[in-house]
């Protein structure tokens, strides 16, 4: 009988210890909770699975729907809770969303990242004397996020690591991101026609917290990017820019991108861009050049608005061969000698891009020779017919002045106007010709073929390979 007093007392002591922990992380999560409501989440809730003097370990929950939530761990050494201070906190198996205001303002589970003037009067903490405790590191695993504007979500995943130094803590954070989420990204700028993205976006943060305001700025690598920027559309982006901002986005000046098309009604190959966006939200482009065709096509320096993109760009083309432009064109028994240079002014408006007045003139005399084996139907004729004395004249003609005008919009047909005057020494004993000729979309098609052959420059690869092996 003792024996059996003695075992239900010990299992009466044993369930009020049990009872007790249980009570103890009960209270904890309780205690928690109302801490974190009184801090500004009304719909905040906690629940505590291991409670020790070492270590407390959490299932928090900021909202009512989860979007905010994860497990956190509280490493706690009684030396440091005797200083008044958490020596790490540890996030993870967390999801967090942040949402932008129409101002551009921050905030997570209706919480801002920064105080307002009022906050103090406001139920905030400083409102009911709480008292925060500092936490030397702060560490987030792979965190998936969720941008909401009112332009519509961006997710990505974040990594996150941050140390306090005094009042102010300083870390580091990796996000990575598909493409297809950048509209949703131009809400700080007000450029609401970016759309059709893909690609890969990694960026790499500095970042500073003081209490009251986050700070970032970082590197930004753009994978492969495509998409449609307004009435221009590109794809083949590649490249790092430098931010001295990320909230808002400042790209500071200088920052070099590789493109392997810009369609800006004449389709561009093989391009460089350096530029940069500034507060006031204007993108200027130092420099753009594209090779083509053993030449080169030059922008003049150029400022536009991405929220409203108006304006002309006016590109230069130097000494483009006319050789490798007629070989792409795959027509049989064409072939062509010397380089055209001129202008091609581009006008942008907010819906459709325009290539007004484009003139390209022969640097010097060249040669064009048409003597396929098997003419087209249209060019047969009889001898002595107009049809017939033109393939005699094409036959080994040398052009003295060559010139053609390019008229077109983008998505429709290119019109180019081609004159050439010039003799052929076998047709007529030299006599002079003069040819003009229309034909339209044949440039569209040249400068497209030409994206089999496009590399990445090697500057701009470098940038990239360096900024996958530093640390953020």
């Known amino acids: 009988m003792r024996r059996w007093l003695v075992l239900v007392k010990l299992a009466l002591i044993g369930g009020a210890v049990a009872l007790a922990v249980e009570h103890r992380t009960d209270l904890a999560g309780t205690a928690a909770t109302q801490a974190l409501r009184r801090a500004g989440f009304p719909d905040a809730a906690v629940t505590v699975s291991e409670l020790s003097a070492e270590q407390t370990r959490a299932l928090v929950r900021l909202d009512r729907q989860g979007t905010v939530a994860g497990t956190l761990t509280l490493h706690h050494p009684l030396d440091a809770l005797r200083e008044g201070r958490i020596e790490r906190l540890d996030l993870t198996d967390a999801r967090l969303r942040i949402d932008v205001a129409k101002d551009g303002g921050l905030s997570i589970a209706g919480h801002p990242l920064a105080d307002t003037a009022g906050a103090a009067g406001k139920g905030g903490p400083a409102g009911d004397g709480a008292l925060a405790i500092p936490i030397d590191a702060i560490q987030f695993g792979d965190t998936a996020v969720t941008l909401a504007t009112p332009r519509g979500t961006a997710v990505g995943t974040l990594r996150l690591t941050m140390t306090r130094d005094g009042a102010i803590h300083r870390g580091q954070a990796a996000l990575t991101a598909p493409a297809k989420g950048l509209s949703v990204l131009t809400h700080w700028t007000g450029a609401g026609t970016i759309a059709e993205t893909v690609g890969t976006l990694t960026a790499k943060a500095r970042l500073t917290w003081d209490g009251t305001a986050l700070k970032a700025q970082g590197d930004l690598l753009l994978a492969d990017l495509a998409g449609r920027f307004g009435p221009v559309s590109a794809s083949g982006i590649n490249g790092v820019l430098s931010l001295p901002s990320l909230f808002p986005p400042v790209v500071a000046p200088g920052q070099t991108l590789a493109v392997k098309l810009l369609d800006v009604g004449l389709p561009l190959t093989d391009g460089t861009l350096r530029f940069g966006y500034g507060t006031k939200g204007r993108l200027n482009v130092e420099h753009a050049e594209w090779h083509w065709a053993g030449g080169v096509l030059r922008a003049d320096p150029f400022a536009i608005d991405p929220a409203a993109p108006r304006g002309t760009v006016t590109l230069r083309a130097e000494r483009v061969h006319l050789g490798p432009m007629l070989e792409m064109v795959a027509v049989d028994g064409l072939e062509a000698s010397g380089t055209v240079s001129g ?13 007004d007045n484009g003139l390209l003139e022969a640097d010097a005399p060249g ?20 049809t017939a ?13 060559l010139s053609a005008t390019m008229e077109g919009q983008a998505g429709g047909e290119l019109a180019v106007g081609i004159a050439i005057r010039g003799s052929n020494p076998a047709f007529y004993d030299g006599y002079p010709v003069a040819l003009n000729l229309k034909v339209s979309g044949a440039l569209d098609r040249i400068l497209r073929q030409s ?17 996958q092996r530093k640390n953020p």
């Open 343 to 355: 202008s091609l002014p581009v006008r942008i408006e907010a819906d459709s891009v325009h290539l």
């Open 389 to 401: 004395l033109l393939m005699g004249a094409l036959t080994d003609f040398r052009y003295d002045t």
């Open 367 to 386: 040669t064009l020779r048409y003597d396929p084996e098997n003419p087209p139907g249209f060019l047969k004729g009889e001898e002595g017919s107009p």
């Open 451 to 467: 994206l089999d052959t496009y590399r990445i420059p090697e500057t701009v690869r470098d940038r990239m390979t360096e900024f």
